[in-house]
RNA sequence: GGUGGAGUGGCCGAGAGGCGAGGCUCGGGACUGCAAAUCCCGCUACACGGGUUCAAAUCCCGUCUCCACCUCCA
């Protein structure tokens, strides 16, 4: 039995720590307070990055959509990410590599990122604090940790979450304390400074290193990657987060982790709901440097794609769900974006008829959205709409005006015209003239010149027109 | 080794016991001086082996293959 899911019933998401789908609320009956893990700005997002971040916004459109408010608040990740060995830190190695202060590469970076959002037609964040600059609150957030005796200054003078203290660790991410020893993959190296193997820092001895170091009471360090979304989410969202969001890897020990860290402040859960986006494949593979498939915004712009085609590959594939992106399936969603954008500019042309039956329409993709973003399912539906006979053209562009704040697809938009060069301008009299005495040899050869120039020319009854090739 | 997920036509992908989604590509046609664009038509698939059932892509058992996670990662 096919189930339709019952509009306005709010939106329903899986959550990773109880598995299974809950209702999304605001727990203060305001406002609902979401949390996105943001990125670490020490190189570009790759696409597979914007997957998630746009994972963020369509729970921000369907809550919107819903009437719900939303406060929503995104981390950039500036210092501290690091794995167990400190010179390995992600920003600093960077700015080793290019002989830059890491500061300005953070910056950079987290500017392109930005730019990429908007370009994905993501509403931004609310608040988009920078690491660097909370650190006064992650060290608040260690003070209360250590006065709960939840945390210990290990030898080397860095401070070590206790791992044993906290009774559920593990239940985010199925892991137990047991079980995370052996580490078949990776050898362990036992940490000396560390009392327990699963124990991790929340603030790290600077040791010799200089820069991104701050003075503390505990000498000169810098934070530990977990204690930063977790101070930071309690800071900016009041004490409590709604929804938290980010990618599947970030569950552990990311998450845990900072559940971990949270829940003792709070004496609760400090998150009601975790939603943890899968990752993106690319042609077949995970997208990483070392297999050379990393994909760019800004390259699938330079292929001539519309940058929103991604988000439409996106929408067609459950969040939930591994997703294999192709050249060949953006290309797909490139040419139906143009022909629903195209269309749409022929059906506004109607009388608006925002029937009852059109509303129905739109809150049925809307339902679809609330049941835990089934997005395939919107996408089936949206196509449908260009062949069904039941509505008329000016209820098709009534609903496509009514979704667009939940599509984001920029479907109500012309095409993009760029201004014609004069170059082109004089071929285009030209063949116009040559098609008036029949010269269809000239006619042709022009029409090859205009092509190389990118313009593509449709000869119909009424004459000649041109559009910028695609 | 542990855990989770997946195998559907040339490609991408819905569907979750009966009625073969849809898109892209490709082929044919209409239109056109020719193209392009557009429209119409076509291409009939569910990894393998058993089983349950009147009926299986869908349920059960087994096998194979692929992918991901397991303290770098969105």
Request: aromatic share 8%; with cysteine.
């Amino acid at each position: 039995m096919k189930r339709e899911p019952k509009p306005n019933n709010g939106l329903h998401i899986y959550d990773t720590l109880e598995r299974k789908v809950l209702p999304i609320t605001a727990s203060d009956g305001q406002v609902v307070r979401i949390y996105c893990c943001g990125p670490t700005v020490y190189r570009d997002a790759h696409v597979g990055n914007l997957r998630t971040f746009l994972l963020s916004d369509l729970v921000r459109r369907t809550l919107e959509f819903s009437g719900l408010k939303v406060k929503m608040v995104q981390n950039i990740t500036d210092v501290g990410h690091m794995s167990e060995d400190f010179e390995e830190d992600k920003m600093l190695a960077q700015s080793k590599l290019e002989k830059r202060d890491p500061y300005s590469i953070a910056r950079e970076y987290e500017e392109k990122f930005h730019k990429d959002l908007a370009e994905l037609n993501i509403l931004p964040a609310h608040n988009y604090p920078r690491a660097s600059e909370c650190i006064e609150m992650m060290l608040e957030h260690i003070a209360k940790l250590t006065e709960l005796e939840l945390a210990y200054q290990g030898d080397d003078s860095s401070i070590y979450f206790d791992s044993t203290k906290f009774d559920s660790y593990g239940q985010l991410s199925g892991n137990r304390l047991d079980a995370l020893k052996p580490g078949h993959r990776y050898e362990y190296v036992e940490a000396g400074a560390k009392r327990f193997h699963a124990d991790w820092a929340l603030w790290k001895a600077a040791g010799n290193r200089r820069e991104m170091i701050w003075q503390t009471a505990y000498g000169p360090g810098f934070p530990g990657w977990h204690i930063e979304c977790s101070a930071m989410s309690l800071h900016y969202l009041q004490g409590h987060v709604d929804l938290h969001i980010g990618g599947i890897d970030l569950r552990f020990p990311h998450h845990e982790n900072e559940r971990a860290q949270s829940n003792p402040l709070v004496k609760g859960e400090a998150v009601s709901a975790w939603l943890h986006g899968e990752h993106l494949l690319f042609e077949g593979r995970k997208m990483s440097k070392s297999s050379g498939n990393v994909v760019l915004l800004s390259d699938v712009i330079t292929r001539g794609f519309d940058p929103l085609s991604l988000r439409f590959c996106f929408l067609e594939n459950r969040y939930r769900s591994q997703m294999d992106l192709s050249w060949n399936s953006i290309s797909a969603a490139h040419s139906t974006l143009q022909r629903l954008r195209a269309k749409y500019q022929q059906w506004k042309l109607a009388p608006r008829d925002y029937s009852d039956e059109a509303s129905a329409f739109v809150l049925a993709i809307l339902a679809h959205f609330q049941a835990d973003l089934d997005t395939p399912q919107v996408m089936i539906k949206l196509r449908s709409l260009e062949k069904e006979d039941q509505f008329s053209d000016g209820q098709k562009a009534a609903i496509l005006e009514n979704l667009e704040p939940l599509l984001a697809l920029k479907l109500l938009e012309e095409m993009p015209i760029k201004e014609l060069p004069d170059e082109a301008r004089v071929l285009l009299e030209a063949r116009q003239r040559a098609r008036e005495n029949k010269d269809f040899a000239l006619s042709d050869q022009i029409r090859d010149q205009l092509l190389l120039l990118g313009i593509a020319i449709n000869d119909s009854p009424s004459g000649q027109s041109w559009s910028w090739k695609s």
